[in-house]
Structure formats: structure tokens, C-alpha cells
């Protein structure tokens, strides 16, 4: 399917990314709305319905993504523009708690993935169909997955092999291949002994099978066999016997396949374990490193001067309070993962808070080349919370964005109201979250692989305190990434009355 190329839209997405100004991409991206191609308006409303989002209008990024939804044969985002636009409609139900409408639309983009399962690649069919399922509540269709991956594989002859665990056996039958399910063979048969044609309409002493009765994509005309095509019925019961054979090895399989997975899971554990107990090693490391060779340095009185003696006495200082911070850290994430973490909570104002927290982060990265850009308001933004629990979140999502911001090293804050809730964005042009790591981000100890690759230092519970302390206020926080583009975290806060 054609898709816009990016160039189109960087008006638009100058404004709403480096500029932040939103009203004016929405503007930008409306104009586009009227292009003849379909294909930009289909990347134009893409970016609407993100924007509204991102800006907490979510009815209006609704209609957008409906709009998306009435633009057939063209792709948006990498996907088709109707399976884009649902995605989009059944996001905000999820974040809205629309549960009822939540699976009305989520079945709605199962059928779109179904109807569109041709043109899309299996990796965006993957990326959608987990959602599809969970928002639908339905599972996912494993042997039509399992006969469409065999189809793609365009297998010849006669044989089997499994596919997404299904046991998938195909038979050539005059230039055409019948691709059959364990459960097809036993309902398309009515007897041991058959002869089977493609028909649309069955014969004289044959017994039609329509599409829907078997469960394959075409209608099949059964007749008994007789003495003269006795061996027309030997080799169709040759090929059940070979479809029941497959059937028992893929038991035995299955049983292998479930063995393994336990010790896969067992093993994933361990290496869990190991990966947690080499970052926090990792993290206490450093401290514990230049608090022993300053205290040998004054120790063995090597530091001479008053004022080289006090710069080794602020080093020691810094090293400390930065080991007490990850002792306590750890002992807060305890406590929050216990429920046992009390919080203070009392009437603050957070542009106050936001602004204290930025300047004192600045301090501390000045030496490292970081820019930090500020959006907050003069005015109060009041809120009930524990000043120093959402100290500490904002804190540990700009610290994120000094670490993960690449080359760009800058990186936004920005507060604003958001209906009744108070919405604080941290947003870097780092290096991303790949979509299929986005769902755990937030899951204590995980860390990307991006991370983890170029020994980027942390402990994996940063961001899980984060939600915990989020929700702990009644508030939420969301996650907005793509690979090289950047990150956007955003906290969501209840205002007060």
C-alpha cells in the first residue's frame, strides 16, 4: 500500500516536536487533509489523532482516528490507514476505561486485521494482533495464522510440517493445494473412503462442503468411492493416516515444546536475577570506588593544601550522598512494592516543585553538554501529593532522558493543564523505545535492550517507581516512543478541587 512520504509533514512536525507548539501542527496537518492523495491524507490524520492525544483532547483524536479509519488502500504508520486509525480509537477507550466500547472496537480491528492479513507483513501483524486479541477479549485465530503462514511458504506435493505449533498438511490435487488443520480433515470427511473435488455445486451422490462448514477458503465435493477407483480411496486414506500421524507427533512435540519453555522460563529467571545483581553491583560500585581512593589520598596524606583538602572532602561528600541515594532508592522501591511506603500528602503547588527539581537537575548534568528546556507556567498548578515522592519521579525521568538522549543531549519539560488533571511531559530525540519492548518498560527490573548494549548504568526500577508513585496520587502515566526519534513520558496528576 502507498504511504507519504515523511518530507510531507515536516512543517507540521517541526511545530509540534521542536517547537512544541501543537495548535499550530494540528493547523499545519489539517491543510494536508485536502490533498488528492489519499495517501497524505492519510498520514495527516495519523498525526492529528497523535497530537490530540498527546494534548489530552481525546474525543477530538477519536474523530481523527475515524477519519483515518474512511481511508482505504493506503498505509499510515506502517500500516494499512484503517487498522491505524482503530488501533488509535481503542487506545484512548483503554486509557479513557471504556471497557464495554474498548471491545466492541477492539473486535472491530480483529476483522480489519483479518481482511487485510495479505498486504501486511508479519511483523505488523504481529505488532496488532496481540492487541486485537487482548482488547477483543477473543483469542487469537491460531490455525488460520497457522494455514495462511503455510500458504505464504507456497509448499508443493504432498506432506506436513507445523506452523505456530499447528500441524498443517497439504495435498496437491490438480495444480491446486488443500491445506489442511487436524480439525478440517474430520469435519470435510464423511467417510474413510472419498473422493474430493472444488465445486461450487455438488453432483449426483455427492455431499457438498461449503467454506463455512470446513473451514477452509473453498467449497469441496465429496462422493464415496467404488471398486474402480479403489485406489483413489488408498490414497486418500493414505493421507489421513499421515494427517492422524502428524496429529500424534505434534502431541509428543507439544508435550517437548512445554518441557522447554519451563526451562527457558527457569533459565530466563536466572538470567534476570544475574542482570539485576550486575547493575545495582554496578551502580554502588562507582561511589564505593572514589570514597576509598579519597579516603587513602587523605588518609595516607597525600592531599596537601587547605583547598585541595576540601575539594577531596566535597568529593567524598557527593560520593556518599550519592550512595545513601541508591541505598534509599532501593529501600523505598521496597516499601512501594510492599505497600508499606507512607506518603506525606498535603496541597503544593507544581510549577513550584518542577521548576526547583529542573534547576537543582541542571546543576548536577551542567558538566555533561545536557540542554534541559522548560515550558512551565508562572501561575499555580495545585495538586494533593508528596512533594518529594513526585520529586523523586520527575527526577528519575529526566535523569532517563540524559542518559537515552544520543547525540541530540537536550531534551523538554513541559506542565500544563489538562482538563482536570495537571499533565508534567518530560520529551527527549534520544534513542527510543522499540514498540515491542514498550509494554514491559515499565515492569521492575527490565531494561531495553538498547540499554543494556551500550552499558548504560541504571538498576531497572526507575521507571517502575515512577508508576508506582504515579499511582499511589490516583493519576496515570503514559508512554509516547519510536526507534531514533525520541521518547515522551508524561505524568498525569488529579488537580485540585
Known amino acids: 500500500m502507498p504511504e507519504a512520504p515523511a518530507e510531507v509533514f515536516s512543517s507540521g512536525e517541526q511545530e509540534e516536536f521542536r517547537l512544541g507548539r501543537s495548535g499550530e501542527a494540528i493547523a499545519a496537518y489539517k491543510k494536508l487533509t485536502a490533498s488528492?492523495?489519499?495517501a497524505i491524507r492519510a498520514g495527516a490524520w495519523l498525526r492529528i489523532a497523535r497530537t490530540y492525544r498527546k494534548l489530552g483532547m481525546l474525543e477530538e483524536a477519536v474523530q481523527a482516528g475515524r477519519q483515518l479509519c474512511?481511508?482505504?488502500d493506503s498505509a499510515a504508520g506502517g500500516a494499512p490507514a484503517p487498522v491505524a486509525g482503530q488501533w488509535i480509537i481503542c487506545l484512548i477507550c483503554q486509557e479513557t476505561r471504556r471497557l464495554q466500547q474498548l471491545k466492541t472496537e477492539g473486535e472491530v480491528l480483529r476483522r480489519l486485521l483479518d481482511s487485510n492479513r495479505s498486504v501486511l507483513s508479519r511483523d505488523v501483524y504481529e505488532a496488532y494482533a496481540e492487541d486485537a486479541s487482548r482488547w477483543s477479549g477473543q483469542p487469537r485465530p491460531v490455525v488460520s495464522e497457522a494455514l495462511a503462514d503455510a500458504a505464504s511458504s507456497?509448499?508443493?506435493?504432498?506432506?506436513?510440517?507445523q506452523f505456530r505449533g499447528q500441524w498443517i498438511t497439504w495435498i496437491t490435487v490438480e495444480n491446486r493445494t488443500v491445506l489442511l488443520a487436524p480439525g478440517h480433515a474430520a469435519r470435510m470427511l464423511p467417510s474413510s473412503a472419498v473422493q474430493v473435488r472444488f465445486a461450487t455445486q455438488a453432483a449426483p451422490g455427492e455431499s457438498l462442503r461449503r467454506a463455512e462448514e470446513t473451514g477452509l477458503p473453498w467449497s469441496l465435493a465429496i462422493a464415496l468411492t467404488d471398486s474402480q477407483k479403489e485406489l483413489t480411496s488408498f490414497a486418500v486414506r493414505r493421507e489421513l493416516l499421515v494427517s492422524l500421524l502428524a496429529l500424534v507427533t505434534a502431541l509428543g512435540t507439544g508435550a517437548s515444546y512445554l518441557a522447554w519453555r519451563l526451562v527457558q522460563r527457569e533459565?530466563?529467571?536466572?538470567?534476570?536475577?544475574?542482570?539485576?545483581l550486575a547493575a545495582v553491583s554496578h551502580e554502588f560500585r562507582t561511589p564505593l570506588t572514589s570514597m576509598r581512593q579519597i579516603s587513602a589520598a587523605l588518609s595516607e596524606g597525600r592531599v596537601s593544601g587547605d583547598a585541595r583538602r576540601q575539594m577531596y572532602y566535597d568529593?567524598?561528600?557527593?560520593?556518599t550522598a550519592r550512595l545513601h541515594g541508591l541505598v534509599e532508592t532501593l529501600l523505598d522501591f521496597s516499601r512501594m512494592e510492599s505497600q508499606a511506603m507512607p506518603f506525606r500528602m498535603e496541597s503544593i503547588d507544581l510549577s513550584a516543585l518542577t521548576s526547583r527539581a529542573v534547576a537543582d537537575f541542571e546543576t548536577e548534568t551542567a558538566s555533561g553538554g545536557f540542554t534541559l528546556h522548560t515550558d512551565v507556567p508562572s501561575e499555580e498548578v495545585a495538586i494533593t501529593g508528596d512533594a518529594e515522592a513526585l520529586r523523586r519521579a520527575l527526577w528519575n525521568l529526566m535523569?532517563?532522558?540524559f542518559k537515552y538522549s544520543g547525540g541530540s543531549r537536550e531534551a523538554w519539560v513541559r506542565l500544563f493543564r489538562n482538563g482536570k488533571e495537571a499533565a508534567l511531559s518530560v520529551i527527549d530525540r534520544g534513542i527510543g523505545i522499540p514498540r515491542g519492548e514498550q509494554r514491559d518498560i515499565f515492569r521492575k527490573f527490565f531494561r531495553g535492550a538498547a540499554a543494556r548494549e551500550s552499558n548504560t548504568r541504571g538498576s531497572g526500577i526507575g521507571l517502575s517507581m515512577v508508576r508506582h508513585i504515579v499511582r499511589a496520587h490516583h493519576g496515570r502515566v503514559t508512554l509516547e516512543s519510536q526507534p531514533g526519534a525520541g521518547s515522551t513520558f508524561t505524568m498525569y496528576l488529579p488537580l485540585e478541587d
Open 315 to 319: 568529593a567524598l561528600s557527593r560520593a
Open 267 to 276: 533459565l530466563a529467571l536466572t538470567r534476570m536475577q544475574s542482570d539485576i
Open 154 to 161: 507456497r509448499p508443493a506435493g504432498t506432506g506436513a510440517a
Open 36 to 38: 488528492t492523495s489519499a
Open 399 to 401: 535523569e532517563n532522558a
Open 70 to 72: 474512511g481511508i482505504p
